[in-house]
């Protein structure tokens, strides 16, 4: 296993549309997955999509409590008009937090991690890692979703702010 770089905002890769996964099973996916895991966790993120490093193949990895859950070629899709606001990070944009307003609940639908079909629902902080990493497949980032940039800050400013507000 390795711990692979992640490419930051500005690198032409985090900005198209990545490709579908063609051979969900092959040696290389298997082993890119590994390696996309192993580097979640060094990085402590909860979200890493194969565009963050430098391959651009729609997959993607989260957590979920202590699971590591795997999607492939995925579809995400809003369930209802609830929508719901939240800061989020990113790990090819270290050190900002931003303010986003996304729907609530989504349905998802893709192949796991042995290439078989899979699909579900899913709503809070699980809705909105899937909404933002399915976005990094088609070169989008938070920061482009947000509606406030006055909602946009260096973490330890915005630590300081809550204290404030404490
Ligand atoms: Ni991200």
Request: net charge negative.
């Amino acid at each position: 296993m390795a711990i692979l770089k992640i490419a930051r905002m500005g690198h032409p890769v985090l900005l198209g549309r990545a490709e579908e996964v063609t051979d969900p099973t092959a040696p290389e996916i298997r082993r890119l997955i590994r390696d996309m895991a192993e580097t979640m966790l060094d990085a402590g993120g909860i979200g890493l999509a194969a565009p963050q490093v430098y391959q651009p193949l729609r997959l993607f990895l989260w957590r979920e409590g202590q699971d590591l859950r795997v999607l492939m070629n995925p579809e995400i899709t809003p369930l209802g008009e609830d929508r719901a606001t939240a800061f989020e990070g990113c790990l090819s944009i270290p050190g900002l937090r931003g303010e986003v307003e996304r729907p609530a609940r989504v349905a998802w639908r893709g192949l796991d991690q042995n290439g078989l079909p899979v699909a579900g629902e899913a709503e809070g902080l699980t809705a909105r890692v899937l909404q933002h990493e399915n976005d990094h497949l088609d070169g989008i980032f938070y920061l482009m979703r947000m509606n406030d940039l006055t909602r946009l800050g260096f973490i330890e400013e915005l630590a300081r702010l809550s204290e404030e507000d404490a």
